[in-house]
């Protein structure tokens, strides 16, 4: 019985083999030597088995079987031992986390993205005007009358008239400034559509006014303005309290609307909310001495000489319109104590979050 | 704006507590910012000074609000009969628009004291300094009624009062001994010989009342409003009197100011009324609302029946037409009080009923419209996106201001600009991201920042840009030689070949294919589309941090124009790749870019990529060679490429690029 005999021989170097392998690599190795599909040897004899007769395949067939059986466990306990000691070798898990590089947003941008994207869910249009603005569009033509303390609500930037011809035509001869809110926006935008709509215009605007935790001369707004034939004031509630609650992601926020005053709205109001994660004492309601409640914006329903300014039917359309400064927002939701961190380029803030 | 809470709780009794009386104010009417001891401190809205820059009007206001009654009558105790004796004052209104209304009362008195007690109280409450008796009651009635008065000595007013326009460079001295310069467009209130006083703002020197004076002369008058403002903000004199004249004040307040004066005169100075004079040529036009229920109910969005809103607006103190009240649907006439010159429009009616009937109590409504797909412009998506692919690859978004120190040719100027560093509007958003990376070097060995922002020029023009900056610092202290970090895997184009880098990510994922840089002079330019110029890339060296910087600033609104947004994905192919490395010496004089120029120009098919794997400067001695290794990847999308194929496309290759620029092969 050589072919007996053999399988013994095969079976013993190779468990032999298996016992003394140091890597998964050379147990691999043996594994293919011993049951690889084509060379391999138990699979050689395996392949001569029909040359032997019927006796000698009864005796050698449950053999085979049992050899392979046999080297299988042995191959499959080595492997678990090997490939336990590797994983021990490689890594201390407890080891410090490498910093990554990677890229951060704006603080603004990020919470301009966000209120783009509630917005849009209430099928608010997104648009955008310019920085530089026309003293009409600024004032005059939200009814902010010249030469009178109401204008004083904006300290503005002038910018130097150029001789240029084109600035005299295109502008009508008014004088140019720096955008104090970006509520000639609402004009821009109603001199060239017709309503119903309702859309939101972030941008840049621009105070001139001394710079300190509190206030800066370049800041964000985002004005909305919703116009249809029975916009209500009521409506005008339902749309703030919605975007508000799911901004700061408080369904228990609390608000509070008190009369107000902007030339360009009547009736006008403020918006004030309360809620529990900017409870009292919060540094950010500098300039708000009154109780926990933060002043969070300033709307109210268009006034109609707006509407006439524009060219408007007054007595068709009615609408309202809000605006709110993305930088409070910015600072309220991420705890920023200091606006003029939004302007410093620091990457020590900005990469925080 | 401060105000005494126990002169007004005379006005009004049974008014709750301080601290009630500020939340339902707030909550109700204004924006109340303290109210601690006996003082209440508002911020007046600019349309309420004509009617609530007094105690009355705030205890009206009160009134109204708490549903209780004002009983102070300021024409209580005023007598109005006939006066004989001496003649009256003479007095010339030259510009009736500037002037609407002038009253001048005269008169005697036997003593000038001190005010009582409890004036000097309320005066010193509200923030005034109590001086002499007829001065303090004076002060007393503007805070009361919001009438200014002005008291003039009769012994030092010549012939009479002559409201006129100041002459050009025309002076006068002010009670408190300042001069001002006025001119043509300024109003003062003068006699026959010399100005009095500079018309609704301050009194002048000259005809100052003192302790001796017997006979004064009362002022109470109407200005108008623009012209105060401008000459209170031209010569920077805010007064008590000129705040409330800029405002707006209703020329009926002049009447019930003097009027009350002269009561209190008499009580506290013993005075006796002599004369009279009131000019008042063009009366103030009666307001009269049409009143629309229906109209009111679909503005607020809120159901208001007749009873509440006509309860609401004559607590106020309007009055409306139909005994009966207002009906709904059926348009009534509402009056508003002749000192609300902020009530001219329907709207101001409405704001009147919400605010009282309490904001709060109208309920939120989801607005019905029909269904609209929201909008957005190209460039506000375009912007977005970009924003996410530049921090996707790794840079840091930094917003600098819009204002810049340096004058270009084409800058706008700023005519008030808040500081010397911020004269001009920026025409780039490269000097703001340079000084970022300055700021930030002391904390990095490699910054990566963008900015997204609008920059401008002469004429009103401005446009949205997009800039990014890279820094990169070696770890290991090397030296910089020949312009070039010699040691090390850092060399001094990384910054710039990975900006590069990000502008091919950032084309790529906005689908521009047909981009691609030209030298010229110090910037690498940036061009796409039908040759667009969009923008500049610049490589700077910095010694000082032994880093390098580089920046690129791209014109978005170009961009937006070439940008479809539109991308597709190429088939995989399935055959083997096979990679060559050449590498050889060139002229240190050669651009590298003129190289790949050229082999793209052979037109050598199944090309998928060609890198720059090394590139080095050999020691100096050796003939100041630089060395680089480019590494060829060929790749077919139909077929399995053949050693023999790739090493005659290779041939190829050094073929041309030693005879062309004497390459030498390693």
């Given at each position: 019985m050589l072919r007996k005999s053999k399988l013994k021989d095969i079976f013993e170097k190779t468990a032999k083999e298996i016992k003394n392998a140091d890597s998964v690599s050379v147990l691999d190795n043996i594994r293919f030597q011993c049951l690889g599909r084509k060379k391999g040897l138990i699979t050689s004899v395996l392949r001569n088995l029909k040359n032997l007769s019927i006796k000698e395949k009864r005796e050698i067939g449950p053999l085979i079987q049992k050899i392979q059986k046999e080297l299988k466990k042995l191959f499959d306990e080595k492997e678990k031992e090997l490939s336990k000691k590797t994983e021990k070798n490689i890594s201390d898990i407890t080891l410090p986390a490498q910093k990554i590089q990677a890229g951060h947003f704006h603080p603004l941008a990020k919470v301009e993205k966000e209120?783009?994207?509630?917005?849009?869910?209430?099928?608010?249009?997104?648009?955008?005007?310019?920085?530089?603005?026309?003293?009409?569009?600024?004032?005059?033509?939200?009814?902010?009358?010249?030469?009178?303390?109401?204008?004083?609500?904006?300290?503005?930037?002038?910018?130097?008239?150029?001789?240029?011809?084109?600035?005299?035509?295109?502008?009508?001869?008014?004088?140019?400034?720096?955008?104090?809110?970006?509520?000639?926006?609402?004009?821009?935008?109603?001199?060239?559509?017709?309503?119903?709509?309702?859309?939101?215009?972030?941008?840049?605007?621009?105070?001139?006014?001394?710079?300190?935790?509190?206030?800066?001369?370049?800041?964000?707004?985002?004005?909305?303005?919703?116009?249809?034939?029975?916009?209500?004031?009521?409506?005008?509630?339902?749309?703030?309290?919605?975007?508000?609650?799911?901004?700061?992601?408080?369904?228990?926020?609390?608000?509070?609307?008190?009369?107000?005053?902007?030339?360009?709205?009547?009736?006008?109001?403020?918006?004030?909310?309360?809620?529990?994660?900017?409870?009292?004492?919060?540094?950010?309601?500098?300039?708000?001495?009154?109780?926990?409640?933060?002043?969070?914006?300033?709307?109210?329903?268009?006034?109609?000489?707006?509407?006439?300014?524009?060219?408007?039917?007054?007595?068709?359309?009615?609408?309202?319109?809000?605006?709110?400064?993305?930088?409070?927002?910015?600072?309220?939701?991420?705890?920023?104590?200091?606006?003029?961190?939004?302007?410093?380029?620091?990457?020590?803030?900005?990469?925080?979050? | 704006?401060?105000?005494?809470?126990?002169?007004?709780?005379?006005?009004?009794?049974?008014?709750?507590?301080?601290?009630?009386?500020?939340?339902?104010?707030?909550?109700?009417?204004?924006?109340?910012?303290?109210?601690?001891?006996?003082?209440?401190?508002?911020?007046?809205?600019?349309?309420?000074?004509?009617?609530?820059?007094?105690?009355?009007?705030?205890?009206?206001?009160?009134?109204?609000?708490?549903?209780?009654?004002?009983?102070?009558?300021?024409?209580?105790?005023?007598?109005?009969?006939?006066?004989?004796?001496?003649?009256?004052?003479?007095?010339?209104?030259?510009?009736?628009?500037?002037?609407?209304?002038?009253?001048?009362?005269?008169?005697?008195?036997?003593?000038?004291?001190?005010?009582?007690?409890?004036?000097?109280n309320i005066l010193k409450n509200c923030g005034l300094r109590p001086i002499n008796a007829v001065v303090d009651i004076m002060n007393y009635i503007m805070l009361e009624t919001g009438q200014p008065l002005h008291a003039f000595d009769a012994e030092r007013v010549f012939k009479g009062i002559v409201v006129r326009k100041a002459k050009n460079n025309e002076k006068i001295v002010a009670i408190d001994g300042s001069e001002f310069n006025l001119d043509e467009s300024d109003l003062v209130i003068a006699d026959y010989q010399k100005p009095l006083a500079i018309a609704g703002i301050k009194g002048g020197k000259t005809s100052e009342?003192?302790?001796?004076?017997?006979?004064?002369?009362?002022?109470?008058?109407?200005?108008?409003?623009?012209?105060?403002?401008?000459?209170?903000k031209?010569?920077?004199?805010?007064?008590?009197?000129?705040?409330?004249?800029?405002?707006?004040?209703?020329?009926?307040?002049?009447?019930?100011?003097?009027?009350?004066?002269?009561?209190?005169?008499?009580?506290?100075?013993?005075?006796?009324?002599?004369?009279?004079?009131?000019?008042?040529?063009?009366?103030?036009?009666?307001?009269?609302?049409?009143?629309?229920?229906?109209?009111?109910?679909?503005?607020?969005?809120?159901?208001?029946?007749?009873?509440?809103?006509?309860?609401?607006?004559?607590?106020?103190?309007?009055?409306?037409?139909?005994?009966?009240?207002?009906?709904?649907?059926?348009?009534?006439f509402v009056k508003p009080p002749s000192l609300r010159t902020d009530i001219n429009i329907f709207e101001d009616l409405a704001e009147e009923v919400a605010r009282i009937y309490g904001l709060n109590n109208i309920k939120s409504k989801a607005p019905i419209v029909s269904l609209k797909i929201a909008e957005t412009d190209t460039i506000i998506t375009l912007k977005e996106k970009i924003r996410e692919i530049m921090v996707l690859v790794g840079f840091s978004e930094v917003y600098n201001y819009s204002f810049s120190e340096k004058k270009e040719d084409s800058s706008i100027e700023i005519l008030n600009p808040i500081s010397r560093d911020k004269k001009f509007l920026r025409t780039s958003l490269m000097s703001g991201l340079l000084k970022n990376i300055e700021d930030n070097?002391?904390?990095?060995?490699?910054?990566?920042?963008?900015?997204?922002?609008?920059?401008?020029?002469?004429?009103?023009?401005?446009?949205?840009?997009?800039?990014?900056?890279?820094?990169?610092?070696?770890?290991?202290?090397?030296?910089?030689?020949?312009?070039?970090?010699?040691?090390?895997?850092?060399?001094?184009?990384?910054?710039?070949?990975?900006?590069?880098?990000?502008?091919?990510?950032?084309?790529?994922?906005?689908?521009?294919?047909?981009?691609?840089?030209?030298?010229?002079?110090?910037?690498?330019k940036i061009f796409a589309g039908q040759k667009d110029l969009l923008g500049n890339l610049l490589i700077y060296s910095d010694k000082l941090s032994l880093g390098c910087k580089s920046v690129f600033e791209i014109d978005l609104e170009k961009l937006s124009e070439i940008y479809k947004g539109d991308l597709e994905y190429a088939l995989i192919s399935p055959y083997p790749i096979i990679e060559r490395d050449v590498s050889m010496y060139i002229n240190e004089k050669l651009k590298v870019g003129l190289i790949f120029d050229s082999i793209k120009n052979l037109g050598i098919l199944d090309i998928a990529r060609i890198d720059i794997v090394d590139y080095y400067r050999e020691k100096e001695d050796e003939k100041k060679k630089l060395s680089i290794t480019l590494r060829f990847v060929f790749q077919s999308t139909k077929q399995t490429l053949s050693d023999e194929e790739v090493n005659q496309k290779i041939s190829k290759i050094i073929e041309d690029l030693q005879s062309k620029f004497s390459v030498i092969i390693r």
């Open positions: 209120i783009k994207e509630i917005f849009s869910s209430m099928s608010f249009s997104v648009v955008e005007g310019p920085e530089i603005e026309t003293e009409y569009n600024n004032f005059d033509a939200l009814n902010i009358p010249p030469n009178h303390p109401a204008r004083d609500m904006w300290d503005t930037f002038w910018l130097k008239p150029t001789n240029s011809k084109e600035q005299i035509i295109n502008n009508k001869n008014r004088k140019l400034l720096l955008r104090t809110h970006t509520s000639p926006v609402q004009v821009r935008y109603m001199q060239t559509h017709k309503p119903p709509f309702q859309i939101i215009a972030p941008g840049r605007a621009f105070r001139y006014e001394a710079t300190d935790a509190f206030h800066e001369t370049n800041f964000y707004q985002v004005e909305g303005l919703m116009v249809g034939e029975k916009i209500s004031l009521a409506n005008l509630k339902f749309i703030i309290e919605e975007f508000l609650k799911k901004f700061f992601d408080d369904p228990k926020m609390e608000f509070r609307f008190v009369p107000s005053y902007f030339p360009f709205v009547e009736p006008g109001i403020q918006v004030d909310i309360r809620m529990e994660k900017l409870s009292v004492g919060h540094k950010l309601s500098v300039g708000h001495k009154k109780s926990d409640w933060l002043e969070i914006m300033g709307a109210g329903m268009v006034h109609p000489n707006v509407f006439k300014a524009v060219g408007y039917d007054s007595l068709k359309w009615q609408g309202f319109a809000f605006g709110m400064g993305l930088d409070r927002l910015a600072m309220l939701k991420y705890k920023i104590s200091d606006i003029r961190l939004f302007h410093s380029g620091d990457l020590r803030f900005i990469n925080q979050i | 704006m401060k105000f005494s809470y126990a002169l007004i709780k005379k006005m009004v009794p049974g008014l709750p507590s301080i601290h009630k009386v500020k939340n339902e104010l707030y909550l109700k009417a204004f924006d109340v910012e303290s109210a601690s001891g006996d003082v209440i401190n508002i911020n007046l809205p600019p349309n309420r000074w004509a009617d609530a820059s007094s105690h009355w009007g705030i205890a009206k206001e009160l009134a109204a609000i708490f549903n209780l009654k004002c009983i102070f009558n300021p024409l209580k105790g005023f007598a109005n009969k006939k006066l004989k004796g001496k003649k009256t004052v003479k007095v010339e209104i030259k510009n009736n628009k500037l002037c609407p209304r002038y009253l001048a009362f005269s008169f005697s008195i036997s003593k000038i004291g001190d005010s009582p007690g409890w004036m000097q009342i003192n302790v001796n004076t017997k006979n004064i002369i009362v002022e109470s008058a109407n200005f108008d409003s623009a012209n105060i403002y401008k000459t209170s031209k010569i920077g004199l805010k007064t008590d009197a000129s705040l409330r004249f800029s405002h707006g004040l209703s020329p009926e307040l002049a009447d019930i100011g003097i009027k009350r004066a002269s009561v209190l005169l008499r009580e506290i100075c013993g005075a006796k009324l002599e004369s009279i004079t009131d000019i008042y040529p063009k009366k103030r036009p009666e307001i009269i609302l049409k009143f629309d229920l229906e109209k009111l109910n679909n503005l607020i969005g809120f159901e208001f029946d007749k009873k509440t809103v006509s309860d609401i607006l004559q607590r106020l103190g309007f009055s409306l037409t139909s005994p009966a009240g207002l009906s709904a649907g059926h348009i009534n070097y002391r904390f990095f060995d490699a910054i990566k920042i963008f900015e997204i922002g609008k920059v401008f020029e002469e004429g009103g023009k401005e446009y949205w840009k997009l800039a990014a900056g890279i820094y990169l610092r070696p770890k290991d202290d090397l030296r910089l030689k020949n312009g070039l970090w010699s040691k090390g895997n850092f060399k001094s184009e990384n910054s710039l070949r990975e900006l590069k880098g990000v502008l091919e990510e950032l084309f790529n994922r906005l689908g521009i294919k047909n981009f691609y840089f030209k030298e010229e002079g110090e910037f690498l």
